[in-house]
């Protein structure tokens, strides 16, 4: 046996394939990649960054954690439900000005202002949802002409309005323990999100709405087939995706007390690489918000560490695009050969040692031995019967055999020698064992 076929023989015996198979079908299977990622990014981190993981960075992380997590559990729902939103960097940052404004020019209490930020972030998500899920335009061209229409409309109001909100002496309690104090040890922002996050998972995971999303983001031709009403699963997703990156604008407003012309730049590309890099599928219908928040970690560890290391200027943003892009290729090309890999893992060859050979000798008394004792069959109706079918033996032993034009011919036990026919039309209503 030569060196390769003992390495195929070791192979094949060790480790089988029909196991590899069976966890390639799992659903968690999508998370192994970003989870060892993640698991590599963590020790490197600190290594080259002393002091990342300290109690203080961590906590300022959570807190961007939080904000970040609710914008990205917005794209993750779009892309379940088979779209896309290359607007939520937009509408977190107008949200993020509502907020101030509200706060600081109008001085409403705090639910008032989380109230009209959340309704600026449906009504820009609703914007979106109507023109995609109703209209039925695309969604990437219409999504990045809102991301355009917004973020020229945030920009011309803070211009405006960025001095007045300086020189605001409006002063409140509840908004800076939101924006600066915690819930024990974890700051509201992180609360929020894994709040937020649990309820998104029942929705998608428990209900009806959840389900439908999911199905119109496999396929909307046979979602619509079943009768679930796809153009308004769409504009609900939106508007979801709306009300996520308000939810976060308002955390930002309240950490962060102002807003700029930078408040959101490039946050649609983080959203998006996140989102992929869990493992929610571009093309729909495969995904959950858990992997999306694992997505949300990955992402915003990077970009933070590449920020501490010091790197030039766009950086970041080539990195992110190259984990994007690999992202990207691997999620079609497992979608793609997913199928082909599983019928090859599933083909699982056994390399093992032949036993003896039996002998197939008449005296050789083993089960391979030759076997002659239907040579003396005795043959019954042979010659008087035309096309002979299935028989039948009643109480007494008679067997009953019926002809190709519906006769049934009796033979009489024990010779089964005599026979006996019976009119076609009598078969229906014989009773055998009657004699």
Known sequence: MSMRERAARLRYNLIPSYLVGELLTKRWIDNVIPLLFLLILLPVLGHFLPGFFALSSLTDTSRQWGEFALVVMGMSIVMLGGGIDLSVGAIFALSAFTAVSANSLLGLPLWQSLLLTLAVGALAGAFNGVLIGYLRLRAFL??????????????????????????????????????????????????????????LHLLLSRMRLGWHIQAVGGSRRSAWNTGIAVRRTVFITYVLSGLCCGLAGFLLATRMGGVGPGTGLGLEIMALTAGVVGGNSLGGGRGSIMKGILGAIIVLLLTN????????????????????????????????????????????????????????????????SLNDKLAE???????????????????????????????????????????????PYWRFSLRFGAG
């Not at 042979?382 to 008679?398: A, K, Q, S, T, Y």
Request: negative net charge; proline residues 5%; aromatic residues 10%.
């Open 305 to 368: 560490g590449l920020i501490r290391l010091g790197l030039p200027s766009g950086s970041t943003q080539m990195v992110l695009g190259v984990v994007l892009i690999t992202a990207v290729f691997l999620d079609i090309r497992w979608l793609k050969n997913r199928h082909k890999v599983l019928a090859n893992v599933y083909v699982a060859p056994i390399y093992t040692r032949m036993g003896e050979t039996l002998s197939a000798e008449p005296a050789a008394q083993s089960a391979w």
């Open 377 to 423: 069959t005795e043959f019954i109706g042979l010659g008087e019967l035309e096309g002979p079918e299935d028989v039948i033996l009643d109480n007494n032993d008679h067997l009953y055999c019926g002809t190709r034009h519906g006769e049934i011919i009796r033979f009489f036990a024990p010779r089964l020698s005599a026979l006996r026919g019976f009119h």
């Open 142 to 199: 219409t999504t990045l002409v809102s991301f355009i229409l917004l973020r020229t409309l945030f920009d011309i109001l803070v211009v405006k309005y960025a001095t007045q909100i300086q020189q605001s002496s409006v002063d409140n309690p509840q908004w800076n323990f939101i924006g600066e104090e915690g819930i024990g040890p974890l700051p509201v922002s992180f609360v929020l999100a894994v709040l937020v996050a649990i309820g």
